[in-house]
C-alpha cells in the first residue's frame, strides 16, 4: 500500500533545512558515475529555455545550478516553507512562496518546469501535475526526479522496516505522469547511500521516523546500502 501523504508532518519535516541536508548529505553517484540532479539539469539545458520553475525547490541548489547554466533563462524556485524559500533567495535566485496544486501563474507561462524529490510529497499528486501542465507552454519540458521502493529498502528493512512505498516512485510514476503529459521517457539511476559509521546511519533514519531509526542493530565501521532514483522527463 502506498504510504498516504500527511501535509502536517511534511510541513514539519521541512520547516528548517536540517533533516534535507543529512538525507542529501550520505547520497552518492552510481557507480557508473551518474548522478540524478546533473541529469535533470542537463535536460533543462537542452531545451535552451527562456524561462524555468521549479516546484518545491528545497534549499535552491538545483535552482542555482540551473540559473548559473542557463544564463539566458528567468528562473523562479518555488516552496511551502518559508526558510527554503529564504535559503534559495539568498543564494541569488528568485523564489516565492507556492503550492504546486495551486500555482498562482498564468497559462502556458515556461518552457521547463522541475520537481526533483517532491511529488511524493503532494496531497493531491493529480492535481499538482494539472498544474504543472497547465504552467508549461505547449511542448514544454517537464522534468521530474523521485525514488523507487528499493531506495535504502536495505537500510530500512535491517532496523526492522519495510521498504517505502509512495504515491510518486520509479514503480507508479511513468503511469502517473501520462495521465497528463503525451510523451514520458525515464533514466533509471542505482544511487548509493555511504555512511562512515552506524551514528550515521541512524540520523539518516531519524529525520523521517525516530523509532525506526532506534531499532537499527549497532554495526562496525561504513556501510553502503542501494539507492534507486528515477529523472522523468515528460512533455
Known amino acids: 500500500m502506498d504510504q498516504m501523504v500527511d501535509a502536517a508532518e511534511v510541513a514539519r519535516q521541512y520547516r528548517t533545512e536540517s533533516r534535507l541536508d543529512t538525507r542529501r548529505s550520505v547520497w552518492r553517484d552510481s557507480a557508473d558515475g551518474r548522478n540524478p540532479q546533473?541529469?535533470?539539469?542537463?535536460?533543462?539545458?537542452?531545451?535552451?529555455?527562456?524561462?524555468?520553475?521549479?516546484?518545491?525547490?528545497?534549499?535552491?541548489?538545483?535552482?542555482?545550478?540551473?540559473?548559473?547554466?542557463?544564463?539566458?533563462?528567468?528562473?523562479?524556485?518555488?516552496?511551502?516553507?518559508?526558510?527554503?524559500?529564504?535559503?534559495?533567495?539568498?543564494?541569488?535566485?528568485?523564489?516565492?512562496?507556492?503550492?504546486?496544486?495551486?500555482?498562482?501563474?498564468?497559462?502556458?507561462?515556461?518552457?521547463?518546469?522541475?520537481?526533483?524529490?517532491?511529488?511524493?510529497?503532494?496531497?493531491?499528486?493529480?492535481?499538482?501535475?494539472?498544474?504543472?501542465?497547465?504552467?508549461?507552454?505547449?511542448?514544454?519540458?517537464?522534468?521530474?526526479?523521485?525514488?523507487?521502493?528499493?531506495?535504502?529498502?536495505?537500510?530500512?528493512?535491517d532496523a526492522g522496516g519495510a521498504p517505502l512505498v509512495t504515491g510518486f516512485s520509479s514503480e507508479n510514476g511513468a503511469e502517473a505522469l501520462e495521465q497528463h503529459f503525451e510523451r514520458v521517457t525515464r533514466e533509471d539511476i542505482a544511487t548509493r547511500a555511504v555512511f562512515p559509521d552506524h551514528a550515521a546511519a541512524v540520523a539518516y533514519l531519524a529525520t523521517t521516523d525516530e523509532g525506526l531509526a532506534a531499532g537499527l542493530p549497532s554495526f562496525e565501521g561504513p556501510r553502503e546500502y542501494a539507492g534507486a532514483t528515477t529523472v522523468f522527463l515528460a512533455r
Open 38 to 157: 546533473d541529469a535533470a539539469a542537463q535536460a533543462v539545458a537542452g531545451e535552451a529555455p527562456g524561462s524555468v520553475l521549479e516546484v518545491g525547490c528545497g534549499t535552491g541548489v538545483f535552482a542555482a545550478q540551473v540559473m548559473q547554466e542557463n544564463p539566458q533563462a528567468v528562473v523562479l524556485a518555488t516552496d511551502r516553507s518559508p526558510r527554503f524559500v529564504e535559503l534559495t533567495t539568498a543564494r541569488g535566485v528568485r523564489a516565492q512562496p507556492a503550492d504546486v496544486q495551486q500555482l498562482p501563474f498564468g497559462d502556458a507561462q515556461f518552457d521547463v518546469v522541475a520537481a526533483l524529490w517532491m511529488l511524493y510529497h503532494v496531497p493531491d499528486l493529480h492535481r499538482g501535475l494539472a498544474e504543472v501542465r497547465r504552467v508549461l507552454r505547449p511542448g514544454g519540458l517537464f522534468v521530474a526526479v523521485t525514488n523507487g521502493d528499493a531506495h535504502a529498502a536495505g537500510l530500512r528493512v
